[in-house]
């Protein structure tokens, strides 16, 4: 029986290595799910920003993390999605709306990574667009039923 296994095997394998590779799709769906998870990212950090937009599904019951520790992990995201971007070939992406979604998210994010070492999380203490000035806006926006 094992001597029977070994010839079938051999026979699978040798047929999977002479099969062509399949021809490499268009990057598009990538693009766009970096993006979009760009997008949600950025309207989770600003709620209000969702307050004003009112985007489908919006959800209005939480705040982000701007601890120091959500700063980080968010600018590690932010970095990782950029490094993904500039990996994609833009003359490979088919689709015109994945272009602009890949060329606006990529100067985005390479403009947030330029202005890191600003680290402007720490210097928002201001009496006219401070975080005490956000959240009166948000309560001014926020939908009442």
């Known amino acids: 029986m094992p001597r029977q296994i070994v010839p079938l095997a051999l026979l699978v394998v040798a047929t999977l290595a002479c ?81 602009l979604s890949h060329d606006l998210a990529t100067s985005l994010l390479a403009n947030e990574e330029a202005l890191d070492v600003c680290r402007l999380e720490r210097w928002n203490v201001n009496q006219m667009s401070g975080w005490q000035v956000a959240f009166a806006d948000m309560a001014l926006t926020q939908p009442v039923e």
């Open 19 to 99: 099969r062509h590779a399949p021809a490499s799709e268009p990057p598009d769906a990538a693009v766009l799910a970096i993006t979009g998870a760009y997008v949600a990212d950025v309207l989770a950090s600003a709620p209000g920003r969702v307050a004003r937009l009112r985007p489908p599904g919006a959800r209005y019951d939480a705040l982000p993390d701007d601890s120091l520790a959500g700063v980080a992990a968010r600018r590690e995201r932010h970095v990782e999605w950029l490094t993904e971007l500039r990996a994609i070939d833009r003359s490979t992406i088919a689709g015109a709306p994945a272009r």
